[in-house]
């Protein structure tokens, strides 16, 4: 394996411990958890194009 594909796998695995807290924070009773997951949602498609397209 590369460096370039082993930094990926560091940070997909970063990431998908992160996905986690905003559940902590809004758990799905919370006023703005549609908001925030939305947002969360659209954070993961560009940053999926990003790496799609680079």
Sequence with gaps: MDDD???LIAIQQELEGIS???LKIFPSTH???DDVFEDIGAA???MREAG???
Excluded: C, L, V
């Design 31 to 33: 006023p703005q958890f």
């Design 5 to 7: 594909t082993q930094e």
């Design 52 to 54: 799609i397209s680079s």
């Design 20 to 22: 986690d807290r905003p």
């Design 44 to 46: 993961g498609y560009y």
